[in-house]
């Protein structure tokens, strides 16, 4: 995998986990797998006295309430009639399935999460008497990271994940607001724009944002990309001081201000701040 991309656990299983049976299955239910042609769906046959067919998504996967006097045939045909539905709402469902893990995974020592492009390590305690107690601390150079490094939690060792979480956003945004206003500085000496002020953003849908009047927002959470595609959000966000739209124009002075922009936008175009990573 390139340092260009941003770098996530790989959640691909050989068999969906919606063809795995549940640990528990409701008292009288049955689990029932349905194929057609090279698709096939496992769900939680549940009777009742309702009137028609119904299918719900929950914590374990599919399940399918059907009334008493109901052949299996008949389950099975409304099964097959609805599969590119159920097919789609499973693939949801086990895409969260696999960030809820990924997250619950990363929250240990040990754990791995995405930083400039590489994947870091997380610990819990302190390296060394050099160290300053208190506030984590990066073991290598946090301007030019290697995959492997290991950032240090000063926490004690039966913390839980909400301490993780918080000590390790906290450095991860302390890191994006030094980064992301060097970055600033140099696109500004480069071309002679100014800007009004910038500041970091929490926004779940935009990586970035750009006002008439010269405030920029940054999504803090393109810290965890290369440094590459944090110099593309720069670019684009800086462009719109000379082109507020997304024009022919625009385009071309984003590539005034960064040649390379494709591939980065590219890359940027298949994730989304909220989910990127799930921490």
Same mark, same amino acid.
């Given at each position: 995998?390139?340092?260009?991309?941003?770098?996530?656990?790989?959640?691909?299983?050989?068999?969906?986990?919606?063809?795995?049976?549940?640990?528990?299955?409701?008292?009288?239910?049955?689990?029932?797998?349905?194929?057609?042609?090279?698709?096939?769906?496992?769900?939680?046959?549940?009777?009742?006295?309702?009137?028609?067919?119904?299918?719900?998504?929950?914590?374990?996967?599919?399940?399918?309430?059907?009334?008493?006097?109901?052949?299996?045939?008949?389950?099975?045909?409304?099964?097959?009639?609805?599969?590119?539905?159920?097919?789609?709402?499973?693939?949801?469902?086990?895409?969260?399935?696999?960030?809820?893990?990924?997250?619950?995974?990363?929250?240990?020592?040990?754990?791995?999460?995405?930083?400039?492009?590489?994947?870091?390590?997380?610990?819990?305690? !302190?390296?060394?008497?050099?160290?300053? +107690?208190? #506030?984590?601390?990066?073991?290598?150079?946090?301007?030019?990271? %290697? @995959?492997? &490094?290991?950032?240090?939690?000063?926490?004690?060792?039966?913390?839980?994940?909400?301490?993780?979480?918080?000590?390790?956003?906290?450095?991860?945004?302390?890191?994006?607001?030094?980064?992301?206003?060097?970055?600033?500085?140099?696109?500004?000496?480069?071309?002679?724009?100014?800007?009004?002020?910038?500041?970091?953003?929490?926004?779940?849908?935009?990586?970035?944002?750009?006002?008439?009047?010269?405030?920029?927002?940054?999504?803090?959470?393109?810290?965890?990309?290369?440094?590459?595609?944090?110099?593309? !959000?720069?670019?684009?966000?800086?462009? +719109?001081? #000379?082109?507020?739209?997304?024009?022919?124009?625009?385009?071309? %002075? @984003?590539? &005034?201000?960064?040649?390379?922009?494709?591939?980065?936008?590219?890359?940027?175009?298949?994730?989304?701040?909220?989910?990127?990573?799930?921490?």
């Amino acid at each position: 995998m390139s340092q260009l991309e941003l770098l996530l656990s790989d959640t691909s299983t050989p068999v969906p986990d919606w063809l795995v049976a549940p640990e528990t299955i409701p008292l009288g239910a049955k689990w029932r797998v349905v194929r057609s042609g090279d698709q096939s769906v496992g769900f939680v046959l549940v009777r009742s006295r309702r009137r028609s067919i119904g299918f719900m998504i929950i914590d374990e996967g599919l399940r399918v309430t059907a009334p008493n006097w109901v052949t299996l045939g008949q389950i099975d045909e409304a099964v097959i009639e609805k599969m590119p539905w159920i097919l789609s709402k499973l693939q949801d469902w086990q895409a969260r399935k696999a960030q809820l893990a990924m997250a619950h995974t990363r929250w240990k020592s040990g754990g791995q999460l995405p930083y400039m492009g590489h994947q870091i390590t997380l610990r819990i305690g !302190v390296p060394g008497p050099h160290v300053p +107690h208190g #506030r984590a601390h990066f073991e290598g150079n946090p301007e030019s990271p %290697e @995959v492997g &490094q290991t950032l240090w939690l000063p926490l004690p060792n039966d913390a839980d994940t909400h301490r993780m979480r918080d000590m390790t956003q906290a450095w991860l945004q302390a890191r994006a607001a030094a980064w992301f206003d060097q970055r600033i500085k140099y696109f500004l000496d480069k071309t002679g724009l100014t800007i009004r002020a910038w500041r970091l953003s929490s926004a779940a849908t935009r990586w970035g944002s750009c006002t008439s009047d010269g405030n920029i927002r940054l999504n803090w959470r393109l810290i965890h990309f290369s440094p590459m595609v944090i110099d593309y !959000v720069i670019a684009h966000e800086l462009a +719109h001081l #000379r082109e507020m739209n997304h024009s022919h124009d625009f385009w071309s %002075e @984003v590539e &005034q201000l960064y040649p390379d922009y494709h591939t980065a936008k590219k890359m940027l175009q298949q994730h989304t701040p909220e989910g990127v990573p799930n921490i």
